[in-house]
């Protein structure tokens, strides 16, 4: 059967794609960019709405990404509710994920230094306006707490700042960082950002050298955060974790990530109560180590108690101020001896890491991807937002409509 040059470019067309495993759909890179985009922004407190701006021009050192799917974050929430940081109106969204469709000519590599091209997935880090010659090996104490990220930009001319979007500009000038992803599924690549957090809280943690193989651990708190905390460790190779919170669903679900014990504080009488409810889960011990991962003033001042003398904590749950906890730093801390750490957020170099624990996750069958409860469309993005407010759910995304 004789066939002409646009019937074998088809059928290699089709090979590539099927191979590429997007079962012969057109990516969208493939697909025509439309000449505007949508943004999800809030706009005042309670009130995310869609708007609708030109599509911004792709310069040399820029990419443009069409979403596939972003995270709500707690930081997200917060914003939701008190807009702590006084960016309203702002485009939220910093856990997301996408194709890109539009690369400037000067873009080669993503920030690991490995080549990215039309059709590839992407994720954003880091965006370093004070310290763009910032490289993926030079990152002592290069968190973001010197930066910026997508999502909780202030808004300017580009309006496409965030991941809750059907578009987002990754602009070069910036000092943007990002990396190729495309051997990570969707959901997982979602589920990165956050996942970074808890890299680097554990390495936080190694760093006091108590925290080891045969330690018994300490979650305090099972919303995302702790959960993943739960399957970080687990990974590691450790064994004995008990988590403390008061929903027994998501005790339940910590157990599929690797929990060996749980104590609800519910069915506990006062802290000497919940203390004796961690040490029996522990089988008459107290945990060598504790990661405080609620944001709860009063979840700081309970872990201390958990903890034995000469072990250590991780603190990461306060993201912004919560509040003023009460501790007594003779008991708590200088008669324990304890060696504490504080966690906020990542470095480049978690990053990668992270791509590596997602995938070792899922080698060893923890169900990352159920972290993720519920997913919108972008049109239903307030929707979305009132049930992360709610806090029924775990992990809450927005999805590009075709895919939620």
């Not at 509710?81 to 702002?90: C, E, G, N």
């Not at 370093?128 to 290069?142: A, R, S, Y």
């Not at 450790?238 to 104590?263: C, H, M, W, Y």
């Not at 089988?283 to 990661?291: P, Y």
């Amino acid at each position: 059967m004789e066939m002409n040059a646009a019937q074998v470019e088809a059928i290699v067309k089709s090979v590539l794609n099927n191979l590429n495993g997007d079962g012969g759909n057109a990516s969208a890179a493939s697909a025509p960019i439309p000449s505007t985009v949508k943004v999800g922004f809030l706009t005042q407190l309670g009130k995310m709405e869609i708007r609708e701006y030109p599509m911004p021009e792709v310069g040399d050192d820029d990419i443009l990404v069409k979403v596939e799917g972003c995270g709500i974050c707690g930081t997200d929430v917060h914003e939701y509710k008190r807009d702590p940081f006084s960016l309203i109106p702002v485009a939220l969204g910093h856990e997301g994920t996408g194709e890109i469709v539009k690369l400037g000519k000067n873009v080669k590599v993503d920030s690991a230094g490995k080549p990215v091209h039309v059709g590839d997935k992407i994720v954003t880090c880091m965006i370093f306006k004070d310290d763009p010659e910032i490289t993926m090996f030079d990152l002592n104490k290069k968190n973001v707490g010197g930066a910026d990220v997508y999502g909780l930009l202030p808004d300017d001319d580009v309006h496409a700042n965030g991941w809750f979007a059907n578009y987002i500009l990754v602009r070069g000038g910036l000092g943007s960082t990002f990396f190729n992803v495309s051997d990570l599924d969707l959901d997982s690549r979602i589920l990165i950002e956050p996942c970074a957090v808890l890299i680097h809280a554990v390495e936080r943690a190694k760093s006091t050298g108590i925290l080891k193989f045969n330690s018994r651990v300490v979650v305090q708190g099972c919303g995302p955060i702790g959960l993943i905390c739960v399957a970080v460790l687990k990974t590691l190779g450790i064994q004995n974790i008990v988590t403390v919170d008061g929903n027994p669903a998501r005790l339940e679900f910590s157990k599929r990530l690797g929990a060996t014990g749980t104590a609800n504080f519910k069915d506990f009488e006062g802290i000497e109560g919940l203390t004796k409810g961690v040490y029996d889960a522990f089988g008459g011990h107290l945990a060598d180590f504790g990661f405080q991962c609620t944001g709860s003033p009063a979840g700081h001042s309970n872990i201390y108690k958990f903890i034995r003398n000469g072990g250590g904590l991780c603190e990461l749950g306060f993201f912004i101020n919560g509040g003023d906890a009460t501790i007594n730093p003779h008991f708590d801390i200088c008669s324990k001896e304890l060696t504490e750490v504080g966690s906020w957020v990542y470095t480049l170099r978690d990053y990668a890491t992270t791509f590596d624990f997602l995938k070792g996750a899922k080698a060893i069958g923890l169900p990352m991807n159920e972290l993720i409860t519920d997913k919108y469309p972008l049109s239903r993005i307030d929707e979305a937002f009132q049930k992360a407010a709610s806090m029924t759910g775990l992990k809450i995304a927005v999805m590009a409509e075709e895919l939620a």
